[in-house]
């Protein structure tokens, strides 16, 4: 079993294939795309939701977060977006940090963070476009927004967005009427729009059939191999992550204690992961 090496874990040039390459986790300016060091959460009441965890994620990767459910795995996405403080410890976003800035740095930060989650997000009275448009709103006149009287070319934009995720024939049909798995392409079709660099995924196949839950994860690896798009997904489904992921992290009682290019994971890797 591999232990906590930075460095260790694969990164992909845009179109080409396979999972588990090694590669480096440093862009241009000499920083990872993502950096967590010694996070951190206890709560008010004691109990300790993530302890001394830290990792960096390269740009272009599909990182994949493992464990048991309680390890920590969404609280980890919630501390990265700042929508929880950390008791301790620093998050670092393309050289910005997210724990120690001012509110408005935070909010100019988030805009190129895009969240994909279990129950999709969506309005459901709202069409798909307007849905995908979602992203850029924080961008737009409140006027704009309340009659839906987007600009020509943030339109064209969000078809174009559609187009990408296979979804254009369902432009105009609202979220309410679209299949579970049409949804989630919804939500990646608007983190497309909004022009995000990193998604963050909290389980996004976790209420899709299988053969739907292929189709998001296929889709996610083609944005980071095709639109340099970098992606940190909650799994549950070890299979999924073993054939999708260029790395997984995994947690345990809130806890890091794995940290491994996808290629190295094997049975004893689920098992120290997995053990009661």
């Known amino acids: 079993m591999g232990g906590w090496v930075r460095g260790d874990a694969g990164t992909r040039g845009r179109g080409e294939m396979g999972r588990g390459d090694a590669g480096t986790w440093e862009n241009s300016s000499g920083l990872g795309m993502l950096r967590v060091e010694g996070l951190t959460k206890v709560y008010d009441n004691g109990r300790v939701a993530l302890e001394g965890v830290s990792f960096e994620i390269a740009p272009h990767s599909f990182t994949a977060v493992l464990g048991p459910s309680g390890a920590g795995k969404t609280t980890l996405m919630r501390c990265i977006l700042g929508l929880i403080r950390p008791t301790h410890g620093q998050v670092w976003f393309q050289g910005q940090s997210l724990t120690g800035c ?65 979804l254009l024939d369902v432009a105009f049909q609202r979220a309410d009427q679209l299949s579970g798995g049409q949804q989630q392409r919804v ?29 998001v994860l296929g889709l996610l690896r083609s944005l980071c191999q095709q639109e340099g798009l970098t992606v940190l997904c909650n799994l549950h489904q070890v299979e999924l992550a073993r054939e999708y992921c260029d790395r997984i992290l995994g947690i345990q009682s809130g806890k890091l204690v794995l940290d491994v290019p996808t290629a190295q994971f094997n049975a004893a890797s689920m098992t120290h992961l997995y053990k009661s």
Do not use: Y
């Not at 129950?119 to 979602?134: D, H, M, P, Y």
């Not at 608007?190 to 963050?200: E, H, P």
């Open 102 to 166: 001012s509110p408005r740095q935070l909010q100019q930060s988030r805009t190129q963070i895009a969240t994909i989650a279990q129950q999709f997000n969506l309005v459901r009275r709202r069409n798909a476009l307007e849905n995908c448009l979602g992203g850029r709103l924080s961008n737009l006149p409140l006027w704009r927004c309340a009659f839906s009287q987007f600009p020509p070319d943030l339109l064209q934009e969000g078809l174009a967005a559609l187009d990408r995720v296979q």
């Open 187 to 215: 939500a990646i079709a608007r983190a497309l729009t909004q022009r995000a660099s990193l998604i963050l995924a909290d389980e996004p196949v976790a209420s899709l059939d299988p053969e739907t839950a292929h189709t």
